[in-house]
Nanobody, 115 residues
Framework: QVQLVESGGGLVQPGGSLRLSCAASGSIFSFNDMSWYRQAPGKQRELVALITSGGTTNYADSVKGRFTISRDNAKNTVYLQMNSLKPEDTAVYYC?????????WGQGTQVTVSS
């Protein structure tokens, strides 16, 4: 079965940077879309950034210009570079990958932005 494992979360100061990674295992086939979601306490899970197999990207308005999503298809890995972090970015970040109609989720990694 496919498994997604996130890494790179932690505590950073406002204005700082973090780089999240999500490595998928269990399949030799490339995924279609890969994406990052986040969920803050008391809020719905929201899409942060998405990248297609062809490299097309889409970002939430709240992170445009600050976050960059990228992928390495040979490694089945997706990254999220987060710059100029704000306290409002504090959330659990989840990796998502889709193969045909089947979605897969990582376990989540905590990102806390605080002074």
């Amino acid at each position: 079965q496919v498994q997604l494992v996130e890494s790179g979360g932690g505590l950073v100061q406002p204005g700082g940077s973090l780089r999240l990674s999500c490595a998928a295992s269990g399949s030799i086939f490339s995924f279609n879309d890969m994406s990052w979601y986040r969920q803050a306490p008391g809020k719905q899970r929201e899409l942060v950034a998405l990248i297609t197999s062809g490299g097309t990207t889409n970002y939430a308005d709240s992170v445009k210009g600050r976050f960059t999503i990228s992928r390495d298809n040979a490694k089945n890995t997706v990254y999220l570079q987060m710059n100029s972090l704000k306290p409002e970015d504090t959330a659990v970040y989840y990796c998502n990958a889709r193969k045909f109609v089947t979605p897969y989720w990582g376990q989540g990694t905590q990102v806390t932005v605080s002074s």
